[in-house]
Nanobody, 114 residues
Framework: VQLVESGGGLVQAGGSRRLSCVAS????????MGWYRQAPGKERELVAT???????NYADSVKGRVTISRDNAKNTVYLQMNSLKPEDTAVHYC?????????WGQGTQVTVSS
């Protein structure tokens, strides 16, 4: 099983970034997928999730600025981030969850400069 994130990098405040996570080795369409982030010195926190039904859920801190989506044909989940703020700086992790199965990617760094 592999979850491979990409799309991180350095962006100016107010800018946008799209993260991608390609999954392999799982039945992607039945997995609930999510994005989490961890800033230095802080615990990992939820950003957004998208269920196998495509129902979405967002953290209050990103509502209105972030959109999670999935393409089951490509085994890929996306995170479109707009109006980025310096406090969005963190390693962003992709997660796949189904029943007792829980998988994480290696993370991709997003740094927002002020």
């Amino acid at each position: 099983v592999q979850l491979v994130e990409s799309g991180g990098g350095l962006v100016q405040a107010g800018g946008s970034r799209r993260l991608s996570c390609v999954a392999s080795g799982i039945g992607f369409n039945i997995f609930d997928m999510g994005w989490y982030r961890q800033a230095p010195g802080k615990e990992r926190e939820l950003v957004a999730t998208i269920a196998s039904s495509s129902r979405t859920n967002y953290a209050d801190s990103v509502k209105g600025r972030v959109t999670i989506s999935r393409d089951n044909a490509k085994n890929t989940v996306y995170l479109q981030m707009n109006s980025l703020k310096p406090e969005d700086t963190a390693v962003h992790y992709c997660n796949g969850h189904f029943l007792k199965y829980d998988y994480w990617g290696q993370g991709t760094q997003v740094t927002v400069s002020s």
